[in-house]
């Protein structure tokens, strides 16, 4: 018995042709599984359509009527897949969240799968159909329509992956793989054979948008191999696995951008916990999300703290600081637009070192100005103007060999 | 405790605006009813652009997945409908066909309401809030979501009625009310105020498309009386009610015409029952619907058969009426397109004669020949070309004085 849940996004159902081509390569798929799972988003950008019309009504619209909105996009397209299934020959079934059975908190708008009730589904597993699940979506215990948040479809799929026993999930989009950088800015970027999950989920948080967080580490604590891979070719994709002796280590794996980033300094801020908590407490309160942040302790108990926030939240951002610049003793309150994130992950960092070094190099030696840098085991970010991020990341990519796969190393 | 449902048609839908237009229009109900239910369609043409959708997948889309794709229209509605309620402060929530408890068989596409499990919606309209109930659709025993068919929203708006004990029923539109004649044609027509649940059942059936059959049944057998009205003004519309000693009696009380009607004439045919069974089976096995019927008895027990089917039903008709002339043992098909049905409906025939001589008397004044005849207690329907079909109406609407109310006549 082989099971395989696969997963569409929206551009792979963008128009009824290529939900069609979706339909064949899930057709294809059950030629070589006794098992398959579909799982769809929304076609193309219907979600963004329906949202809009929401906001047409009225600038708040609750979330409970929202969730009732924004499911009607996997149910179109889930049931146009299962009716491509069905003229092809292969008898297949659409789903909703609710009636596959899948159970959430009541959080709308954002909520969490607590259990998925799968006996209806594995009926029609059982009985030989390929069984199409909308993507993004559940019930909640109060029989509420809910949805789970930005890249909920991923979610959907490896929790059903999980449910069945399926030891892999592909996830099909418009792209070939995870690359080594964005291959829009990297003419050689080459597109990663195997990565780890680590890796993989550092990537994700660094602007390279493949896969959400909580899809990954659902896949990870259920030992699922993800497999990212285009919609529009044959070609095997990226697997994502537990890092494991097949995987060849290597000094950088990949190296993510995020641009529109922004910089914010507190000047001469009293170093005390109270007051940081203040500032984090502040900011939380009012949705903004912080990335980055330093501090640079001085002999004095004064320091600079440093952040970067997205830069839709600049203004916001700073009117909140300055708010708060009196009550926490601080002096002023600078900022900085036009910057991007650079960020170079690789598992190879936690036993060698010197990819920091090696990094502040390479971007000195081209004149690129470092306006801050973080770093964790396995990654570093450094943030830089706007107008540098391609020199960058292409100086970058030269010095780790990305274009050759990356710098060998040997494991620890 | 007063009770009401009103239910928004497409049109009244059709665009944000329009549905903020139409949560206006149900927060003005709350304020005069303690318990409203408002029921709605799809916005605009959303269930025929859904089909194209289906349409483009394949050429035969399986009706359950069809169900599954055309219920998204009126969840789309509803969930934008509540939003606008609950940011004009009235709160409100909106449910699906499931979630309103609407349960029916399994006939997808046509399916028949079984019972309305009311517990759901009840709750909330204990608590004060307006419901906003999905028309048009259901759930089946086997729990699979069902549509009613064509004008199935009025259904669920007359079942729902039915159900909380409503003794009203508004159905808002993009026309006044129900007209004498159909006011594009005839200048002078005059919107109805009260007319009887069969007159309506006979308009309904012969052109006048302001409401189906079925939701029409379910009133009368519940004693709930429909209104008529218009989304785009404040102006009472047409009610329809069991007809009492409120209602004026007229002779002929509206004109309703069809156009792009065919005649097929099977000539000669023996004139023996199971010849007339044969005919009618094979059409009815083709999804051929048939309206007007006569035959003309000859003494030697040969006949014409005559009967009409819309144009587009016209080529197969004959098809198959030709492939049965041997079998039968009649000489020859024969038949005629570019015809119109009209229609003259009124309760005060059933008690005056007449009608039919000031009818014939009227049409051969000014030239206009009558291809066929069929007659029932309240409705008199003739079959003219369809070039005459304007001049026809008009002759008649004056003659029985529709664009005064209508020739009184006393009560029998």
Redesign the interface.
């Known amino acids: 018995m082989s099971e395989i849940v696969i997963k569409f996004g929206g551009t792979s159902l963008a128009t009824?042709?290529l939900?069609?081509n979706a339909a064949k390569k899930a057709a294809k798929t059950k030629e070589q599984y006794n098992r398959v799972v579909v799982v769809v988003s929304a076609m193309g950008s219907m979600t963004d359509e329906?949202t809009s019309?929401?906001y047409?009504?009225?600038s708040?619209?609750?979330q409970?009527?929202?969730d009732?909105?924004l499911?009607?996009g996997e149910?179109?397209s889930?049931?146009?897949f299962?009716?491509?299934l069905?003229?092809m020959g292969y008898p297949s079934?659409?789903l909703?969240g609710s009636?596959s059975g899948i159970v959430t908190d009541t959080r709308h708008g954002n909520a969490r799968i607590r259990n998925i009730e799968k006996e209806r589904f594995l009926k029609h597993l059982d009985a030989g159909k390929i069984v199409i699940i909308a993507g993004y979506q559940g019930i909640s215990y109060a029989?509420e329509i809910t949805t789970l948040g930005r890249g909920g479809s991923d979610l959907t799929a490896v929790a059903i992956a999980a449910t069945i026993g399926a030891s892999q999930c592909d996830i099909y989009t418009d792209v070939e793989g995870v690359f080594t950088a964005d291959p829009m800015i990297i003419k050689n970027a080459r597109k990663i054979d195997v990565i780890s999950d680590e890796e993989m989920m550092e990537l994700s948080g660094s602007g390279a948008g493949v896969l959400y967080p909580r899809a990954m580490e659902l896949a990870r604590k259920n030992n699922i191999v993800i497999q990212i891979r285009s919609s529009f070719s044959e070609n095997t994709g990226t697997f994502i696995k537990e890092r494991d002796d097949m995987l060849e280590e290597v000094l950088v794996r990949a190296i993510a951008c995020e641009e529109n980033q922004s910089m914010i300094r507190i000047r001469a801020i009293p170093d005390r916990s109270e007051n940081m908590q203040l500032v984090f407490r502040a900011l939380a309160d009012e949705d903004i999300t912080i990335d980055m942040i330093t501090k640079n302790v001085s002999d004095s108990g004064i320091t600079d703290l440093s952040f970067t926030v997205g830069e839709n939240d600049l203004d916001k951002t700073v009117n909140v600081t300055r708010g708060l610049l009196e009550r926490v003793g601080a002096k002023e309150v600078t900022f900085k637009g036009d910057l991007a994130k650079v960020a170079l992950v690789g598992i190879g960092m936690r036993s060698h070192s010197g990819v920091a070094a090696l990094t502040f190099e390479e971007l000195s030696k081209n004149d690129i100005d470092i306006e801050m840098i973080t770093t964790s085991d396995i990654k570093i970010s450094i943030l830089i103007k706007s107008e540098n991020v391609e020199k960058a990341v292409r100086v970058l990519h030269d010095v780790f060999e990305l274009d050759k796969g990356g710098i060998k190393i040997s494991r620890n």
Do not use: C, F, G, Y
């Open positions: 009824p042709e939900i069609i329906l019309l929401a047409k009504i009225t708040k619209p609750d409970r009527e929202l009732m909105l499911t009607v149910r179109i889930m049931s146009l299962s009716m491509a069905n003229s079934i659409s909703t009636q029989k």
